[in-house]
């Protein structure tokens, strides 16, 4: 089953690969997620979980990006961890590797991302051991930030950022997330700027609008065309020769 809403990359970030690869990774043949586990309420959704999949680089660089989330995904189906059966296939809804970011599962249905903690949260994972043995390349870092901002996006909640190690005692992420959080923080206000030129057309839009509702108003015309009472004729010229002073101070008037 694929989801009907579609996760996308946050529009600013042009130079970020976002590639779905939810059809091309090994499923167990026994059960998908959402059979074995169920589906989450998207409502419910209020917290984005950061991990490591804690594969050394040096050990992984031989495959190919694919083909190691391929392995991934076969190794928790071989588990026999947590079912008899294993687990229903990649464990993460984000993977990053290689500055990319590879979109694995469906969010909603629920995955084993944090054992006791799977009704409410997302899982973004890059690949690594950030614990022992690499540090975050500043390419898999900006995906990392883009991933985030992205999930936000798409869930509907205000969202919790935190490391799998702030819900239970592990090792993952292995990087600093105090650093992932004030990065996404100021890179959020970036994009809100970039777009505010639109915000700011808007504004001046409708201080228009609400200097010719008034100036109609105090000519006697309501909103709809009705006659206005003496009184809102009244409150809507005091409102409007408010704006007197400051016009002056402009030189809109002289
Ligand atoms: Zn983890």
Not at 57 to 86: C, F, M, Q
Not at 216 to 227: E, F, R
Request: glycine letters at 6%.
């Amino acid at each position: 089953m694929t989801s009907q809403l579609q996760l996308k990359i946050e529009s600013s970030f042009t130079d970020v690969q976002f590639i779905d690869i939810r059809s091309q990774l090994p499923v167990n043949p026994n059960y998908t997620w959402s059979q074995l586990a169920g589906i989450r309420d998207i409502n419910a959704l209020n917290t984005i979980v950061c991990h490591h999949d804690a594969l050394p680089k040096y050990k992984t660089i031989k495959y190919g990006d694919v083909e190691l989330a391929s392995r991934i995904a076969t190794d928790h189906i071989r588990s026999k961890k947590n079912h008899p059966k294993g687990d229903a296939g990649f464990p993460y809804d984000l993977w990053i590797r290689n500055g990319i970011i590879y979109w694995c599962n469906d969010v909603e249905p629920r995955e084993y991302g944090v054992a006791g903690n799977n009704g409410y949260t997302v899982n973004i994972c890059v690949s690594g051991d950030y614990k022992n043995y690499d540090q975050l390349t500043p390419e898999d870092r900006k995906a990392l930030y883009a991933a985030i901002i992205s999930m936000k996006n798409y869930l509907p909640k205000d969202q919790y950022i935190k490391g799998h190690n702030q819900i239970q005692p592990t090792d993952c992420p292995g990087y600093d997330m105090d650093q992932v959080r004030e990065g996404v923080l100021s890179l959020e206000k970036e994009i809100e700027q970039i777009k505010s030129p639109n915000k700011q057309e808007e504004i001046a839009y409708r201080m228009a609008n609400y200097i010719l509702y008034l100036q109609k108003l105090s000519l006697g015309k309501n909103h709809n065309g009705t006659a206005a009472s003496p009184g809102d004729m009244k409150w809507a010229l005091g409102q409007l020769l408010k704006l007197e002073p400051e016009f002056r101070r402009l030189g809109f008037l002289k």
